[in-house]
Protein backbone atom coordinates (compact mmCIF):
# COMPACT_ATOMS: atom_id res chain seq x y z
CA UNK A 1 0.00 0.00 0.00
CA UNK A 2 1.20 3.35 -0.65
CA UNK A 3 2.24 5.54 2.66
CA UNK A 4 -0.25 8.03 3.06
CA UNK A 5 2.56 10.56 3.05
CA UNK A 6 3.59 10.22 -0.11
CA UNK A 7 2.09 12.29 -3.09
CA UNK A 8 -0.74 10.63 -5.11
CA UNK A 9 -0.31 9.64 -8.91
CA UNK A 10 -1.81 12.21 -11.67
CA UNK A 11 -5.60 10.99 -12.20
CA UNK A 12 -6.72 10.64 -15.79
CA UNK A 13 -8.47 12.67 -18.18
CA UNK A 14 -11.44 10.98 -20.70
CA UNK A 15 -11.80 13.69 -23.01
CA UNK A 16 -13.66 11.48 -25.56
CA UNK A 17 -15.29 8.16 -27.01
CA UNK A 18 -11.78 7.07 -28.26
CA UNK A 19 -10.63 6.99 -24.59
CA UNK A 20 -11.57 3.57 -23.16
CA UNK A 21 -13.23 4.16 -19.86
CA UNK A 22 -13.79 1.01 -17.00
CA UNK A 23 -15.03 2.27 -13.85
CA UNK A 24 -12.54 0.76 -10.68
CA UNK A 25 -13.32 -1.78 -9.05
CA UNK A 26 -16.17 -1.24 -6.59
CA UNK A 27 -15.52 -1.30 -2.85
CA UNK A 28 -17.60 -3.87 -0.50
CA UNK A 29 -19.86 -1.20 0.33
CA UNK A 30 -20.62 -0.89 -3.19
CA UNK A 31 -19.10 2.39 -4.58
CA UNK A 32 -16.79 3.21 -7.02
CA UNK A 33 -15.87 6.64 -5.94
CA UNK A 34 -15.19 8.80 -2.62
CA UNK A 35 -16.63 12.53 -4.47
CA UNK A 36 -18.33 12.94 -7.79
CA UNK A 37 -18.27 16.01 -8.68
CA UNK A 38 -20.64 16.92 -11.62
CA UNK A 39 -19.99 20.26 -13.35
CA UNK A 40 -15.98 21.77 -14.06
CA UNK A 41 -17.53 25.60 -13.51
CA UNK A 42 -15.91 27.86 -11.50
CA UNK A 43 -17.75 26.13 -8.34
CA UNK A 44 -16.83 22.44 -9.65
CA UNK A 45 -13.51 23.12 -10.70
CA UNK A 46 -12.34 24.91 -7.11
CA UNK A 47 -14.14 22.35 -4.93
CA UNK A 48 -12.56 19.22 -6.58
CA UNK A 49 -9.24 20.92 -5.92
CA UNK A 50 -10.32 21.69 -2.41
CA UNK A 51 -11.22 17.78 -2.07
CA UNK A 52 -7.52 16.75 -3.36
CA UNK A 53 -5.81 19.06 -0.41
CA UNK A 54 -8.86 18.58 2.11
CA UNK A 55 -9.00 14.78 1.60
CA UNK A 56 -6.18 13.20 0.19
CA UNK A 57 -6.05 9.81 -1.06
CA UNK A 58 -9.61 9.46 -2.02
CA UNK A 59 -11.40 8.38 -5.29
CA UNK A 60 -12.36 11.77 -6.99
CA UNK A 61 -14.45 11.97 -10.44
CA UNK A 62 -15.02 15.60 -11.89
CA UNK A 63 -17.72 15.13 -14.92
CA UNK A 64 -18.33 17.50 -17.60
CA UNK A 65 -20.90 17.51 -20.09
CA UNK A 66 -18.34 19.72 -22.68
CA UNK A 67 -15.17 20.71 -22.69
CA UNK A 68 -12.67 22.29 -20.41
CA UNK A 69 -13.74 25.09 -18.80
CA UNK A 70 -16.94 24.75 -19.43
CA UNK A 71 -18.13 25.90 -22.54
CA UNK A 72 -21.81 27.10 -21.97
CA UNK A 73 -22.52 27.86 -18.96
CA UNK A 74 -22.01 31.32 -16.41
CA UNK A 75 -18.03 30.92 -16.22
CA UNK A 76 -17.37 32.30 -19.63
CA UNK A 77 -19.47 35.16 -18.95
CA UNK A 78 -18.99 36.04 -15.88
CA UNK A 79 -17.08 39.47 -14.92
CA UNK A 80 -14.14 38.00 -13.18
CA UNK A 81 -14.51 41.31 -10.95
CA UNK A 82 -13.02 40.71 -7.28
CA UNK A 83 -13.97 43.74 -5.00
CA UNK A 84 -15.84 43.92 -1.81
CA UNK A 85 -17.41 47.46 -2.76
CA UNK A 86 -20.53 45.72 -2.29
CA UNK A 87 -20.81 43.06 0.60
CA UNK A 88 -21.30 43.51 3.89
CA UNK A 89 -19.08 43.77 6.52
CA UNK A 90 -19.27 40.07 7.70
CA UNK A 91 -18.26 38.73 4.49
CA UNK A 92 -15.23 40.16 4.11
CA UNK A 93 -13.35 37.72 5.74
CA UNK A 94 -14.77 34.76 3.34
CA UNK A 95 -13.59 37.37 0.58
CA UNK A 96 -10.16 37.85 1.23
CA UNK A 97 -9.84 33.90 1.67
CA UNK A 98 -11.42 33.41 -1.84
CA UNK A 99 -8.87 36.12 -3.03
CA UNK A 100 -5.91 33.69 -2.19
CA UNK A 101 -6.71 31.64 -4.54
CA UNK A 102 -8.01 33.77 -7.05
CA UNK A 103 -3.80 34.81 -7.08
CA UNK A 104 -2.79 31.36 -6.50
CA UNK A 105 -5.11 29.89 -10.15
CA UNK A 106 -6.54 33.17 -11.50
CA UNK A 107 -3.94 35.25 -13.12
CA UNK A 108 -5.38 38.52 -11.98
CA UNK A 109 -4.62 42.05 -12.89
CA UNK A 110 -5.44 44.92 -10.52
CA UNK A 111 -7.62 47.03 -11.53
CA UNK A 112 -9.53 49.69 -9.52
CA UNK A 113 -13.70 49.44 -9.06
CA UNK A 114 -15.33 52.67 -8.53
CA UNK A 115 -19.06 53.11 -7.76
CA UNK A 116 -21.02 55.93 -9.06
CA UNK A 117 -23.34 57.55 -7.08
CA UNK A 118 -26.17 60.22 -7.90
CA UNK A 119 -25.89 61.41 -4.03
CA UNK A 120 -22.97 61.48 -1.22
CA UNK A 121 -22.17 58.27 0.11
CA UNK A 122 -20.52 57.41 2.61
CA UNK A 123 -16.51 57.75 2.03
CA UNK A 124 -17.27 58.97 -1.42
CA UNK A 125 -15.63 62.10 -3.04
CA UNK A 126 -16.77 64.07 -5.89
CA UNK A 127 -16.87 61.66 -9.37
CA UNK A 128 -14.27 64.40 -11.46
CA UNK A 129 -11.76 63.64 -8.35
CA UNK A 130 -12.06 60.01 -8.19
CA UNK A 131 -11.57 59.40 -11.96
CA UNK A 132 -9.06 61.79 -12.08
CA UNK A 133 -6.42 60.32 -13.88
CA UNK A 134 -8.72 58.22 -16.11
CA UNK A 135 -10.43 60.39 -18.66
CA UNK A 136 -11.46 57.63 -20.85
CA UNK A 137 -13.66 56.80 -18.33
CA UNK A 138 -14.78 60.03 -17.26
CA UNK A 139 -15.77 60.58 -20.85
CA UNK A 140 -18.15 57.79 -20.78
CA UNK A 141 -20.63 59.46 -17.50
CA UNK A 142 -22.43 62.76 -16.89
CA UNK A 143 -20.47 63.83 -13.41
CA UNK A 144 -23.78 66.14 -12.99
CA UNK A 145 -25.66 62.96 -12.81
CA UNK A 146 -23.38 60.47 -11.15
CA UNK A 147 -21.73 63.15 -8.79
CA UNK A 148 -20.29 61.29 -6.32
CA UNK A 149 -18.13 58.14 -6.23
CA UNK A 150 -16.91 55.56 -3.87
CA UNK A 151 -12.91 53.64 -4.52
CA UNK A 152 -11.89 50.28 -3.95
CA UNK A 153 -8.56 50.52 -5.04
CA UNK A 154 -7.62 46.60 -4.34
CA UNK A 155 -10.18 45.25 -6.23
CA UNK A 156 -8.78 42.56 -9.57
CA UNK A 157 -9.98 41.51 -12.70
CA UNK A 158 -9.47 38.07 -13.53
CA UNK A 159 -11.24 35.38 -15.90
CA UNK A 160 -13.14 32.46 -14.09
CA UNK A 161 -12.22 30.21 -17.24
CA UNK A 162 -8.83 30.33 -16.34
CA UNK A 163 -9.29 30.15 -12.50
CA UNK A 164 -11.26 26.52 -13.19
CA UNK A 165 -9.00 25.18 -16.07
CA UNK A 166 -5.91 26.29 -13.44
CA UNK A 167 -7.89 24.54 -10.82
CA UNK A 168 -8.58 21.38 -12.39
CA UNK A 169 -5.35 21.06 -13.75
CA UNK A 170 -3.65 21.33 -10.09
CA UNK A 171 -6.36 18.62 -8.84
CA UNK A 172 -5.77 16.00 -11.63
CA UNK A 173 -1.75 16.41 -10.76
CA UNK A 174 -2.78 15.57 -7.03
CA UNK A 175 -4.81 12.78 -7.92
CA UNK A 176 -8.53 13.64 -9.58
CA UNK A 177 -9.96 12.20 -12.94
CA UNK A 178 -11.59 13.90 -15.12
CA UNK A 179 -14.70 13.20 -17.83
CA UNK A 180 -15.10 15.44 -20.16
CA UNK A 181 -18.04 15.10 -23.14
CA UNK A 182 -19.81 12.77 -20.49
CA UNK A 183 -23.63 14.01 -19.59
CA UNK A 184 -24.02 13.10 -15.51
CA UNK A 185 -26.82 12.65 -13.58
CA UNK A 186 -27.54 12.08 -9.89
CA UNK A 187 -29.76 9.73 -8.52
CA UNK A 188 -30.64 8.59 -5.18
CA UNK A 189 -28.08 6.73 -3.14
CA UNK A 190 -25.18 8.21 -4.64
CA UNK A 191 -25.97 6.90 -8.05
CA UNK A 192 -24.58 8.59 -10.99
CA UNK A 193 -25.68 7.60 -14.52
CA UNK A 194 -22.68 8.79 -17.18
CA UNK A 195 -23.44 9.19 -20.65
CA UNK A 196 -20.35 9.47 -22.36
CA UNK A 197 -21.34 11.61 -25.81
CA UNK A 198 -19.93 11.84 -29.20
CA UNK A 199 -20.80 13.35 -32.75
CA UNK A 200 -21.94 11.68 -35.81
CA UNK A 201 -21.32 12.66 -39.15
CA UNK A 202 -24.19 14.93 -40.02
CA UNK A 203 -23.29 16.47 -36.11
CA UNK A 204 -26.22 15.22 -34.02
CA UNK A 205 -24.60 14.75 -30.65
CA UNK A 206 -25.71 10.82 -29.61
CA UNK A 207 -24.85 8.59 -26.23
CA UNK A 208 -21.66 6.42 -27.03
CA UNK A 209 -22.45 4.17 -24.05
CA UNK A 210 -23.46 5.06 -20.85
CA UNK A 211 -22.36 4.34 -17.13
CA UNK A 212 -23.75 3.56 -13.60
CA UNK A 213 -21.30 4.76 -10.38
CA UNK A 214 -21.52 5.03 -7.38
CA UNK A 215 -20.16 7.49 -5.08
CA UNK A 216 -20.18 7.73 -1.18
CA UNK A 217 -21.20 11.62 -1.96
CA UNK A 218 -22.18 13.64 -5.26
CA UNK A 219 -21.86 17.10 -5.66
CA UNK A 220 -24.05 18.69 -7.75
CA UNK A 221 -22.08 21.87 -9.26
CA UNK A 222 -24.13 22.65 -12.49
CA UNK A 223 -24.87 26.01 -11.92
CA UNK A 224 -27.98 27.66 -13.12
CA UNK A 225 -29.32 23.97 -13.96
CA UNK A 226 -28.73 22.40 -10.70
CA UNK A 227 -32.05 22.69 -9.31
CA UNK A 228 -33.76 21.69 -12.53
CA UNK A 229 -31.91 18.49 -11.90
CA UNK A 230 -32.44 17.81 -8.37
CA UNK A 231 -36.43 18.24 -9.00
CA UNK A 232 -36.60 15.99 -12.06
CA UNK A 233 -33.49 13.13 -11.06
CA UNK A 234 -34.21 13.18 -7.20
CA UNK A 235 -37.61 14.26 -6.70
CA UNK A 236 -36.10 17.09 -4.67
CA UNK A 237 -37.55 20.66 -4.79
CA UNK A 238 -35.23 23.64 -3.43
CA UNK A 239 -35.46 27.51 -3.63
CA UNK A 240 -33.23 28.40 -5.89
CA UNK A 241 -33.87 30.16 -9.35
CA UNK A 242 -31.66 30.83 -12.21
CA UNK A 243 -32.40 34.27 -14.79
CA UNK A 244 -30.93 34.93 -18.11
CA UNK A 245 -28.12 37.34 -18.35
CA UNK A 246 -26.59 39.10 -21.17
CA UNK A 247 -23.17 41.24 -21.94
CA UNK A 248 -23.28 43.52 -24.59
CA UNK A 249 -20.38 45.34 -25.97
CA UNK A 250 -19.53 49.12 -25.82
CA UNK A 251 -17.13 49.82 -28.52
CA UNK A 252 -15.73 52.93 -25.97
CA UNK A 253 -11.50 53.16 -25.64
CA UNK A 254 -10.08 51.84 -22.52
CA UNK A 255 -6.77 50.94 -21.27
CA UNK A 256 -5.42 48.07 -19.21
CA UNK A 257 -5.12 50.82 -16.47
CA UNK A 258 -8.84 51.89 -17.00
CA UNK A 259 -11.25 51.38 -13.72
CA UNK A 260 -14.18 49.04 -13.70
CA UNK A 261 -17.12 51.34 -13.08
CA UNK A 262 -20.52 50.37 -11.51
CA UNK A 263 -23.71 52.64 -12.14
CA UNK A 264 -27.06 51.69 -10.64
CA UNK A 265 -26.61 47.83 -11.21
CA UNK A 266 -24.71 48.44 -14.22
CA UNK A 267 -21.29 46.96 -14.87
CA UNK A 268 -18.61 48.60 -17.18
CA UNK A 269 -15.30 46.02 -17.52
CA UNK A 270 -12.63 46.91 -19.15
CA UNK A 271 -11.76 44.19 -21.87
CA UNK A 272 -9.61 44.33 -25.13
CA UNK A 273 -9.24 47.67 -25.31
CA UNK A 274 -13.09 48.65 -25.35
CA UNK A 275 -16.18 47.40 -22.37
CA UNK A 276 -18.07 44.69 -21.91
CA UNK A 277 -21.41 45.41 -19.98
CA UNK A 278 -22.90 43.21 -17.17
CA UNK A 279 -26.51 44.46 -16.41
CA UNK A 280 -28.35 44.11 -13.24
CA UNK A 281 -30.36 40.97 -12.37
CA UNK A 282 -33.68 42.03 -10.98
CA UNK A 283 -35.35 38.92 -10.44
CA UNK A 284 -35.86 35.22 -11.14
CA UNK A 285 -36.94 34.15 -14.81
CA UNK A 286 -40.16 32.23 -14.60
CA UNK A 287 -40.42 28.72 -15.38
CA UNK A 288 -40.30 27.77 -18.81
CA UNK A 289 -39.30 31.33 -19.90
CA UNK A 290 -37.48 31.98 -22.98
CA UNK A 291 -35.20 35.34 -23.17
CA UNK A 292 -36.46 37.27 -26.56
CA UNK A 293 -34.46 39.96 -27.95
CA UNK A 294 -36.23 43.83 -27.80
CA UNK A 295 -37.17 46.59 -29.87
CA UNK A 296 -35.56 50.32 -29.43
CA UNK A 297 -37.79 52.58 -32.11
CA UNK A 298 -39.05 49.74 -33.66
CA UNK A 299 -35.38 48.51 -35.25
CA UNK A 300 -34.92 44.70 -33.34
CA UNK A 301 -32.19 44.14 -31.11
CA UNK A 302 -30.72 41.16 -29.70
CA UNK A 303 -30.96 42.13 -26.03
CA UNK A 304 -34.04 40.82 -24.02
CA UNK A 305 -36.32 43.69 -23.31
CA UNK A 306 -35.50 44.23 -19.87
CA UNK A 307 -32.08 44.39 -19.98
CA UNK A 308 -32.66 46.92 -22.93
CA UNK A 309 -35.04 48.97 -20.56
CA UNK A 310 -32.19 49.32 -18.27
CA UNK A 311 -29.65 50.76 -20.52
CA UNK A 312 -32.55 53.50 -21.76
CA UNK A 313 -32.64 54.71 -18.73
CA UNK A 314 -29.44 55.29 -17.32
CA UNK A 315 -28.66 56.70 -21.07
CA UNK A 316 -28.77 60.43 -18.86
CA UNK A 317 -26.49 59.64 -16.89
CA UNK A 318 -24.13 57.71 -19.16
CA UNK A 319 -24.48 59.56 -22.52
CA UNK A 320 -22.33 56.63 -23.96
CA UNK A 321 -25.00 53.96 -24.02
CA UNK A 322 -26.99 56.80 -26.27
CA UNK A 323 -24.21 56.66 -29.07
CA UNK A 324 -23.21 53.69 -32.25
CA UNK A 325 -20.34 52.29 -29.49
CA UNK A 326 -23.43 50.37 -27.89
CA UNK A 327 -23.61 47.50 -29.75
CA UNK A 328 -27.41 45.75 -29.56
CA UNK A 329 -26.82 43.40 -32.21
CA UNK A 330 -29.41 42.14 -34.93
CA UNK A 331 -30.26 38.56 -33.49
CA UNK A 332 -30.45 36.78 -30.31
CA UNK A 333 -27.04 35.45 -31.18
CA UNK A 334 -25.30 38.50 -31.98
CA UNK A 335 -25.40 39.09 -27.83
CA UNK A 336 -23.85 36.57 -25.45
CA UNK A 337 -26.06 35.49 -22.65
CA UNK A 338 -26.16 32.65 -20.57
CA UNK A 339 -28.11 31.42 -17.40
CA UNK A 340 -26.85 32.58 -14.08
CA UNK A 341 -28.06 30.29 -10.66
CA UNK A 342 -29.70 32.54 -8.24
CA UNK A 343 -29.02 31.22 -4.67
CA UNK A 344 -32.57 31.44 -2.88
CA UNK A 345 -33.89 32.88 -5.93
CA UNK A 346 -32.27 35.97 -4.73
CA UNK A 347 -29.40 37.61 -7.14
CA UNK A 348 -27.63 39.24 -3.97
CA UNK A 349 -27.35 36.28 -2.03
CA UNK A 350 -23.76 34.72 -1.40
CA UNK A 351 -22.48 31.24 -3.37
CA UNK A 352 -24.21 28.62 -1.39
CA UNK A 353 -24.24 24.67 -0.80
CA UNK A 354 -26.92 22.47 1.21
CA UNK A 355 -27.34 18.49 1.46
CA UNK A 356 -30.34 17.54 -0.80
CA UNK A 357 -29.76 14.07 0.66
CA UNK A 358 -27.18 11.93 2.50
CA UNK A 359 -25.29 11.54 -0.36
CA UNK A 360 -25.89 14.35 -2.08
CA UNK A 361 -24.95 17.95 -1.81
CA UNK A 362 -25.90 21.28 -4.20
CA UNK A 363 -23.10 23.88 -4.96
CA UNK A 364 -24.35 27.08 -6.30
CA UNK A 365 -22.40 30.22 -7.09
CA UNK A 366 -24.56 33.00 -8.16
CA UNK A 367 -23.86 36.57 -8.77
CA UNK A 368 -21.90 37.05 -5.95
CA UNK A 369 -19.41 33.60 -7.54
CA UNK A 370 -16.62 36.15 -8.41
CA UNK A 371 -15.83 37.33 -4.61
CA UNK A 372 -16.93 34.65 -2.82
CA UNK A 373 -17.35 31.64 -4.79
CA UNK A 374 -13.72 29.94 -3.86
CA UNK A 375 -14.24 30.36 0.11
CA UNK A 376 -17.95 28.51 -0.81
CA UNK A 377 -15.79 26.23 -2.22
CA UNK A 378 -13.36 25.67 0.09
CA UNK A 379 -15.86 25.38 3.22
CA UNK A 380 -17.72 22.65 1.54
CA UNK A 381 -14.75 20.73 1.12
CA UNK A 382 -13.72 20.92 4.30
CA UNK A 383 -17.00 19.77 5.81
CA UNK A 384 -17.33 16.96 3.15
CA UNK A 385 -13.65 15.75 4.27
CA UNK A 386 -14.97 15.69 7.68
CA UNK A 387 -17.50 13.15 7.10
Do not use: C, K
Request: proline share 11%; hydrophobic share 35%.
Amino acid sequence: MTPASDPPAPGQVWAHVGQPFTPPAARPDGTHYDFIVIGAGRMGSLLTLALTRAAPQTRLLLIEQGGLPNEEGHTILAPGLWTTAHLTHDQHAAAHASRALIEELGQPTPRPHITLHTHPAPGSVPTADALEGHPDSLALIDPGVLTHATTDPHALAYRPGTLALNATQTAIRAGAHLMLNTRAAPHPAGVVTAERLTVTNTHQIITHETHTLRARHVILATGADAPTQAEHHLGIHTRHARAYQQTPHLNAPSTPTSPTLHAAGLTLNPQHGAYTLHPAIHHRDPHGYAPTGGHLTGVPTGLRRETLEDLVALMDALPTLATPALHLGRSLSDIPGSWVALPHGNPHAPPTHEPLDPHTTLLLGGPHADTLGPHTAQELAQQLAGT
